[in-house]
Structures are given as structure tokens and as C-alpha cells.
């Protein structure tokens, strides 16, 4: 399979804790991508990490990546409500981007 | 800020009519891409269309699907006999390059089926 799977499924925290979503992946990648979907609307890109970077930060985003474990994490610190939607990886090799089921992230003011 | 733009946000047709949907990818951009959502399921690939092709498709993309840029700026999915279960979100997208670079989404087309 191509597509990246998430975990948690679904994930529900206080404002102002941190959030961690977790990717696997099983096919070589050049990059990973990471999107958010609010409830009903287009994929908005995060943040992409080549294949030969480990970390990558933007803003309150810090994600990794293992190639060995064929692995990725993204983590949101210090979450706000508006942070409240659907995660999705999508790791990118020989062909195009797919998605996963995602991870549904809950902030709870 | 340059934004991938579709038309209708929202179309209801009756089952075994055609419909097209249509998108507006960001000018820049070579690549192109459909991918559905069926409520509350995950974002699925349909394909992939470049320099005028189809560069990938997936199992979804049968014969009562076709893609098309007929100009310079539209990029069209039609379904050509449409059928219940093709009832979903339909979303366009654009890339400057292939798979290395972010894709940039539309809004939806919400398609529903009666």
C-alpha cells in the first residue's frame, strides 16, 4: 500500500497541551507530506520533510521522520481550539500523494 | 494568495446522468488531480494528469470517468452515467511539480446522487 496510516484514530485533548499523530508508511519515499482537513473542506498542506531530513519544524509544528522504521510524527504544541480537525500523512515515492484515514484531533477549549 | 478554485460547491443529480465538475487550478501549476471523499471515509486518489495526460490513475478512474483541460485555465472530471455510490466530495488539486513538491486543494464539490 502507498498510503500513509495514522494513529491514533482519533485523538481528544485540553487546550494547551500538546498533540503527537504518528504515520506509518511501507513504501520508499522521496518526502512526506502532512495535511489538515477541517470538517467537510480541501486538504491544507503543513509540512513536507524530504527523505534525507529527520526533523522539521514550522511554527508550533515539529515533525520527524525514521526512514528505517518508515515512520513519521507530527506534533502540535501548545494546541488551540482551532487546531480541532483531521491530520493526514502522505507519504510521496514513485507516485502520488495518498491519503490515509487520518487522525481526528479534538481541542477542547 | 493564488488558490485552486471549484465549481459547483455543491451539484445533486439523478442516477445515470452525466455530470462535470470543475476546477480551476492555480495558474503556475503543471499537475493535476481528483481525489474523492465519501462521507466520513479518507481521501481517496482518482488521478493524476499532466503535460496534457493521464500520468496515473487508480482503480476507482473506470470508463465512466474522463478527465479534461480544455483550456488553458479549466480542469474537468466528468462522471458519465453517475451512480449512487459515486455520491461524495470531490476535490480538485494542483501541484508546481509531481510528487515533490505540496499540492495545493479546492474547496469540494460536493456531488450527491438520487
Known amino acids: 500500500s502507498q498510503q500513509g496510516e495514522e494513529d491514533p484514530q482519533a485523538l481528544s485533548i485540553q487546550e494547551g497541551e500538546n498533540a503527537t499523530m504518528n504515520c506509518s508508511y511501507k513504501t520508499s519515499i522521496n518526502n512526506l507530506q502532512w495535511y489538515r482537513q477541517n470538517s467537510g473542506r480541501g486538504l491544507v498542506h503543513l509540512i513536507l520533510?524530504?527523505?534525507?531530513?529527520r526533523e522539521k519544524h514550522s511554527g508550533r509544528l515539529r515533525v520527524t521522520l525514521d526512514t528505517s522504521k518508515k515512520s513519521s510524527s507530527l506534533l502540535i504544541t501548545a494546541s488551540r481550539a482551532a487546531d480541532t480537525a483531521s491530520y493526514f500523512c502522505a507519504p510521496a515515492g514513485a507516485n502520488n500523494l495518498f491519503f490515509g484515514t487520518g487522525t481526528r484531533l479534538t481541542v477542547i477549549p | 494568495e493564488p488558490e485552486v478554485t471549484q465549481t459547483p460547491s455543491h451539484q445533486v443529480t439523478q442516477m445515470g446522468q452525466e455530470v462535470i465538475l470543475r476546477c480551476v487550478p492555480i495558474s503556475n501549476h503543471l499537475y493535476f488531480y481528483w481525489y474523492r471523499q465519501i462521507l466520513g471515509q479518507k481521501v481517496e486518489f482518482l488521478v493524476s494528469f499532466y503535460n496534457n495526460e493521464i500520468s496515473e490513475k487508480s482503480e476507482i478512474f473506470d470508463d465512466q470517468f474522463s478527465v479534461e483541460r480544455p483550456d488553458g485555465s479549466n480542469f474537468t472530471l466528468k462522471i458519465r452515467s453517475t451512480k449512487l455510490e459515486d455520491s461524495a466530495m470531490y476535490f480538485c488539486?494542483?501541484?508546481?511539480?509531481?510528487?515533490?513538491?505540496?499540492?495545493?486543494f479546492g474547496q469540494g464539490t460536493r456531488l450527491t446522487v438520487v
Open positions: 520533510i524530504r527523505s534525507n531530513e
Open positions: 488539486a494542483s501541484s508546481v511539480g509531481s510528487r515533490n513538491t505540496e499540492a495545493f
